[in-house]
């Protein structure tokens, strides 16, 4: 079946380096992305999302970039902080617009 | 922002028990729930999808009769989990959407359950 992936399961950073995040696609009809952060037994988090008509979009210190051609989506994190340690992940959205589905996640680690 | 509100954070039950779970969405209607479940390290795996005063839609895989989930109101969905084994033991996460298409979904705070 179609689904939604990560390439790095962990990335670690040095504090107020930027981080880049990036997460593969394979469902061309998915029209609508979310990245969500997962702190240690929480749910997620929303962090930015970006619809398919569009191939960037900024937020506070985080941008998500949209290659449709590849597949690809990618987030980041400017001047990463210790704050940003935390899980990611990509979701699309998929079921004619009803339901998200889940990337493998990114373990992102920032170090003093 | 939109709260949901998941209880209880923690449960642990005696194997052969059942468990339920509440989601609520505090200040707005939601016309979607959403169960996950994620084990440790790994992404969340969509449970099923519940409309309110239909029956939920589960995923390929998912076993209706041991994951019951009820949507009664545009507020408030269950899951419970009966006849729960130590294989059950998981991290269940609700989410909810106050309508289709391009919107987020907000979350809850996830259940850690425990069978023992």
């Known amino acids: 079946g179609e689904s939604v992936g990560l390439h790095l399961p962990t990335l670690s950073v040095q504090e107020g380096d930027n981080s880049i995040i990036n997460c593969a696609y394979s469902?061309?009809?998915?029209?609508?992305f979310i990245w969500y952060k997962q702190e240690s037994g929480k749910g997620p988090q929303f962090i930015i999302d970006?619809?398919?008509?569009?191939d960037k979009r900024q937020g506070q210190r985080v941008t998500v970039l949209l290659n449709k051609t590849v597949k690809h989506l990618s987030l980041q994190i400017a001047a990463t902080q210790p704050g940003d340690s935390a899980v990611y992940f990509c979701?699309?959205?998929?079921?004619?617009?009803?339901?998200?589905?889940f990337g493998t996640g990114t373990q992102l680690k920032v170090e003093l | 922002g939109a709260v949901v509100s998941q209880h209880p954070s923690r449960v642990i039950c005696k194997s052969g028990t059942s468990v339920k779970i509440e989601c609520r969405s505090l200040?707005?209607?939601?016309?979607?729930m959403f169960w996950y479940r994620q084990f440790p390290k790994q992404s969340l795996m969509l449970m099923a999808t519940?409309?309110?005063?239909?029956?939920?839609?589960?995923e390929q895989g998912v076993e209706k009769d041991k994951f019951l989930i009820n949507h009664a109101s545009l507020t408030l969905s269950t899951l419970t989990v009966t006849s729960a084994h130590p294989e059950d033991s998981s991290f269940y996460i609700c989410?909810?959407?106050?309508?289709?298409?391009?919107?987020?979904?907000?979350f809850g705070q996830g259940t850690r359950l425990t069978v023992v």
């Open positions: 979701a699309e959205n998929t079921g004619g617009g009803n339901k998200l589905t």
């Open positions: 989410s909810a959407r106050d309508r289709k298409g391009w919107t987020e979904a907000f």
């Open positions: 519940s409309n309110e005063g239909s029956k939920a839609t589960y």
């Open positions: 970006i619809r398919s008509n569009m």
């Open positions: 469902n061309s009809a998915s029209d609508y």
């Open positions: 200040d707005f209607q939601a016309t979607t």
